[in-house]
């Protein structure tokens, strides 16, 4: 049956390659759209996570600390679960680090008299806490405690990048379910026209008791094929883009915004397009073929 | 065979196709229905292959009361009935052979013993040599013998022929109803509707004649 099926659906999409291929192309474009945004999407949440894990938490000591009072902040610190590590800098390396970081003021610091940098503790935090609420629970906590001047921590922006995030992708998902719509919808409409164009053949089929598989299966395996060939030229067409961008572009962007690299998308994600668009194809078969 | 009690279809604009038809057809027979356009000839094949269900009445052919029958059901009803059109209904871009073997394919019969039928019955209606050609390339008498033997291909017990000689000069329309009589000598019960009456007096079978939907004569 099923052989019988595909080999009538191949046989009806070359008679008809014309309205075929705008099937083929209409899926295409969905699946190149909503490809597109998960590439994006996908990429700035890596963004996001490496941002998060590299994300410090500062914990300003005041110049006049007991050893007491910065053990008292270490437990705090030690005993939350959203700190992954942390490192003592004292008012001394953190001149170091100044100098080294900014050697042009270097001088600048000389002349001001001593040593105006006060010691910290840098905490490194978990990935997922980053962005968390639980954050600023510990701040407000550190900044109640004896010997801590100030805590900085820049989970604002974060946030922001990751609600912006979000919305992108909720964005693209939106117009990738539209434009997928559409093309379920071409899909049963060209084989619709397949199935007006081979009515007689129906009509014989019908008359002479053939199983309802045998009638509906070519046009459903017509959808199918359609759908997973518009997602295969989909994906090709992402890659062939990808590779362009990534030659000229992306290179540059990912050392410029500190991310390992920039990715495409997984095979898992591959694979899941092309059974997506071959599922929205047969659901344009068989809207078409229930009406045979 | 078949079996009609008070049978009646009404459409929709409240007109009667057929209206209250009580008839029997015994296993084996020829039976010609007859009457002028319209006197429901076809709406009574239709409802014999269920196609259309009656509005009244009930209808039994093959043991089976179409009116109580299941979708699937249906299938299964169809594949013991042969049906032959006036216009042949080949498909074009089909052989001849296509077009004969076609039903065994949907039907999921093996290829070889597609090929073996197809050729037997092919050869039964003596267009054996013509297999490769294409229904364009036929004279109207063979397009219609190979519809009778695409008819014919599925070993059906019953065929039912709306009009098969309606397209065709008196020569050929009586090769046509020889092909039928052999059909018919087979044991197979073979129903015609045509209007030429002419050809049924030359047959020579039970007639049964209908105008505006009514049996008016039995003959």
Known sequence: MLRYAFDEALASLWRRRQSGLLATGTIAIALFVLGAFLIVTANLERLGDEWGRAAELSVYLSDDVTPDQRHAVEVALDQDGSVAGREFLSKADALRRFKQTFADLAAAVDTVGGNPLPASLEVRLRPRAAAGPGIEGLSARLRQMGGVADVRYDRQWLARMLSGIRLIRGAGLALGAMLTIAAALTIANVVRLALVARRDELEIMQLVGAPSAYIRGPFVMEGVIQGGMGAALAILALGAAFATLQARYLGALADAVNVSTVQFLSVEVCVGLVVGGMAVGCLGGLAAGSRS | ?219
């Open chain 2, 1 to 219: 065979m078949i079996e009609s009690y008070h049978l009646s279809k009404l459409y929709k604009r409240g007109v009667y196709a057929l209206r209250d038809l009580s008839l029997t057809v015994d296993k084996g027979e020829f039976m010609f229905l007859t009457g002028p356009s319209g006197a429901g000839k076809s709406t009574f094949l239709r409802l014999l292959l269920r196609e259309e269900l009656p509005s009244e009445g009930d209808l039994k052919v093959l043991g089976r009361d179409l009116k109580t029958l299941r979708p699937s059901q249906v299938q299964t009803f169809r594949r013991s009935v042969g049906f032959v059109f006036q216009d042949f209904r080949l498909i074009p871009r089909f052989t001849v052979f296509e077009n004969v073997s076609f039903v065994m394919r949907v039907l999921g019969v093996p290829v070889t013993t597609q090929q073996r039928k197809t050729f037997q019955v092919l050869k039964w209606v003596g267009l054996q040599h013509r297999i490769h050609a294409f229904p364009e390339e036929l004279s109207g008498g063979e397009q219609q013998r190979i519809a009778i033997a695409r008819a014919l291909v599925n070993d059906p017990q019953l065929v039912l022929a709306d009009e098969p000689t309606g397209n065709l000069d008196p020569d050929l329309s009586l090769e046509i109803m020889n092909l039928f009589r052999e059909i018919n000598a087979r044991g197979t019960t073979v129903i015609v509707a045509t209007h030429d009456r002419e050809l049924i007096r030359r047959v020579g079978r039970r007639s049964i004649t209908l105008e505006q939907g009514r049996l008016v004569e039995v003959a």
